[in-house]
Each structure stands twice: as structure tokens, then as C-alpha cells.
């Protein structure tokens, strides 16, 4: 994949690790129908490449991550529209979500909106100190529609998620980790070799494990206690079946270090 692949995304590999970069720093990275499709097919590409095992998002500029879905498509979005559009950005979410790869949100500035509901998709998500966050879909009278309700109540819970969406208040990205909607707060100048630091370090453990945790965890939250008990089991079974297994174990046992090959 090459960056001229795509008009408003850059996407730069370095060894296991890619970095798709939104890139409409003129309206804050706002995410069009043009960007989100681009954005699908960025996702679908990296999954189904065997080199890449870990995703960086993040946005291009010193101001925004990504602000929002672009307002000026919502302004003149149709009830059907609005339906159809809210049931691709969830599409794209889910991609993310459910890609079996982690994906690392390196949220360089506004993450509002669609960029939050984004960001939440992600694996983990680290913040610059200067980031903003929030859910401002409210104030222009509408409600999140990329799955924002959901996500950000399994994320922070009820009480600060129905906060954040009835507000639709800004919040800074050290309140944002108090609340557990990120995980870590850095200075602007360390976020990429924090995120870059960060992926490497996912992309040396066995990716077929990795790829299961990812799906233990999302599935598993479909699904009730016990089911989600038996899926965990299944998978915990499937995973002994891995090279990768043995490699780790006999790795441990010989004092080495394991080299992963995802297989
Ligand atoms: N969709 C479309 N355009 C957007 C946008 C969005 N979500 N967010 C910002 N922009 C555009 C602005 O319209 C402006 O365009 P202009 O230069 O042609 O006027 C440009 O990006 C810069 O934004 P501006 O508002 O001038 O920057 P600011 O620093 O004053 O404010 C924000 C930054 C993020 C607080 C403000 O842009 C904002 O509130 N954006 C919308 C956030 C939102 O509601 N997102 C949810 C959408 S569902």
C-alpha cells in the first residue's frame, strides 16, 4: 500500500509497525464519507497483511487528532442518510475493533465525536497532554452515532459517559485519563516514540495470541459470563496448537529470549 493510494490518509510502514495518519489538517482531520471509506480499506489491507502487526492512528497537525465526523456532510444529512451513515461508521469501528491486530490511538490534539468514538475503538489509546476529548455531538443537536453511546459507557461507565454526552463538554486529557477513558498522558514532543515504543513492544509478542486476548475480550463482552468463560477456554485450547507456544515456553525454560513468528 502506498501512500498515494489514499487522498486523506498517509500510510507509512516501519518494519511490523504502521502508522496511518489523518491528514485534513485544514478542517481539523474531520472525518468525511471519503476519509472514513479510506479508512476501511487502510484497516482491511493492514489486517490482511502478515508483516504488520501493530496500528498507529493519529492525526496530522499540532491541533487535532480528529474532530469530529465532517459537520458539513451532517448538515445536510437525510433520516435515511443519517442511518446509513451511522451504520458505516460503525462498520469502520468494528473493523478496527475486531482487525485481531493492536491498534494504538496516538491522540495528538482534539479527539472529538467521531475522532473520540475512534479513538475508542483502538486497543489503547495515549494522549498528549494537550489533547481535548469529549462528545460534543449535543450541542449541535444531534447524538454520537459511531457507537459513542456504547463505547464510551463500557469504557468509563454509566455515570461519566451520560456526563460527557449530555454535557457534551470538553474534557482535558489528564481528567480523561482520571476517568479511564486513556491510558496514558505524555508531552506532545514523546507521543509518537511513546505510541512507536508502545507498538514495537506488542509487535514482538506472539501475534496469534495476541490476536485471541483481542478476541476474548470483544467477543467475550457480547456474550454472558459463562459463555464468555467457554469462548475463553476454546480459544486458550486453540492457542496450544500455535509454534508460538512452544517456542514460549521453551524459551522460558531454556532462560532465552522467544522470537514470535505467528505461527
Ligand atoms: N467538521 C467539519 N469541519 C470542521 C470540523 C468538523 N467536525 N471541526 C473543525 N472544522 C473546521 C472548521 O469549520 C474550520 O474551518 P474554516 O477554517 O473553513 O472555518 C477549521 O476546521 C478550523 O476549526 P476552528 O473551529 O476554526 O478551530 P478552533 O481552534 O476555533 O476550534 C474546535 C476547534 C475543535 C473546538 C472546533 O473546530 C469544533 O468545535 N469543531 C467541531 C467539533 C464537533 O462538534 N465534532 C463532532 C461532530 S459530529
Redesign the pocket.
Known sequence: MTDGAFENLLVDRDGAVATITFNRP???N?LNAATLDELRRAILALKHDDGVRVVILTGSGE??FV??????E?AVQTPAGGREHAMTGQHVLDLIEHMGKPVIAAING?A???GCELAMACTIRIAADTAKLGQ??I??G?IPGYAGTQRLTRLVGRGAALELLLTGDQISAGEALRIGLVNRVVTPANLMGEARKLAQTLASKAPIAIRYILDAVHSGLQMSFREAEIHEATLFGLVSATDDMREGTRAFLEKRKPEFKGK
Open positions: 485544514k478542517v481539523l474531520a491541533k487535532a474532530a469530529g465526523a465532517d459537520i458539513n451532517i482534539y472529538l465525536g467521531g460534543p455531538e450541542n449541535l444531534i
